[in-house]
């Protein structure tokens, strides 16, 4: 089982729609966790910072369940510019050292 | 600030042969990753680094290898380059080994194909 699962999608959503993906984890000691942004064959960007109590950036919310070992990133008000693969990173500590995993990613698709 | 850079953009190699890809980055980051991006796999780790001078494995390090000799470059080795090493490369850095300031910048990314 691959540490960090993704649904691949792809996503296919109208302008204005809200869409949600979730990210889920194995290993339970994992410290951080993030949100990138890849469009077609270019490389990710930072989205946003998953923090414990949750976090908003403008029409993004990112959320984390430890309990239940999972990530969320919810989008309002789509755009067109939002189409795109959704990244999840998880950041587990060995021997000193934080080791990022990422999922496959989640296709997202707007269209008018 | 040129931020991370990656040479070369694009490469043909025949199976055997050798190649090294240069990362560099500009923003005295410690951290520094390859990358490799296959259809459907994701972005899978090869090789890290901690610091000058360190190296790690990641995920998938058979037929790879790394140096990292000076803080701001990273750079992977094929020895004897195989289709299965058919992908796109990426470096990245990151600037803190603080686990709640852990951004990592990516190279634009080095597509590869081995024949």
């Known amino acids: 089982r691959k540490e960090v699962e993704q649904d691949p999608g792809p996503f296919n959503v109208p302008e204005g729609a809200t869409v949600a993906f979730n990210c889920t984890y194995s290993?339970?000691?994992?410290?951080?966790f993030f949100w990138y942004r890849q469009d077609c064959r270019k490389e990710p960007k930072l989205l946003m910072s998953?923090?414990?109590s949750g976090n908003e950036d403008g029409r993004f919310t990112a959320q984390l369940n430890r309990a239940s070992q999972y990530i969320s990133l919810l989008i309002r008000d789509s755009k067109l510019s939002d189409s795109a693969t959704y990244l999840c990173v998880v950041i587990l500590a060995s021997g000193g050292s934080y080791i990022p995993t990422f999922g496959r990613g989640t296709s997202l698709i707007v269209h008018p | 600030n040129a931020g991370v850079t990656q040479t070369p953009k694009f490469r043909v190699l025949k199976t055997g042969q050798s190649m090294t890809l240069l990362c560099a980055q500009d923003?005295?980051?410690?951290?520094m990753y390859w990358y490799r991006q296959d259809p459907g796999m994701g972005l899978r780790l090869i090789h890290y680094?901690?610091?000058?001078?360190?190296?790690a494995k990641g995920e998938v390090p058979d037929g790879y290898n790394v140096s990292r000799l000076k803080k701001q470059n990273f750079l992977l080795g094929l020895e004897s380059a195989a289709p299965s090493q058919t992908s796109v490369y990426f470096c990245a850095s990151s600037y803190s080994r603080d686990r709640d300031s852990y951004e990592q910048y990516f190279g634009p990314g080095t597509r590869l194909t081995v024949t």
């Open positions: 923003m005295n980051h410690e951290y």
């Open positions: 290993n339970s000691a994992s410290q951080s």
């Open positions: 680094s901690v610091g000058e001078g360190t190296t």
């Open positions: 998953v923090y414990s």
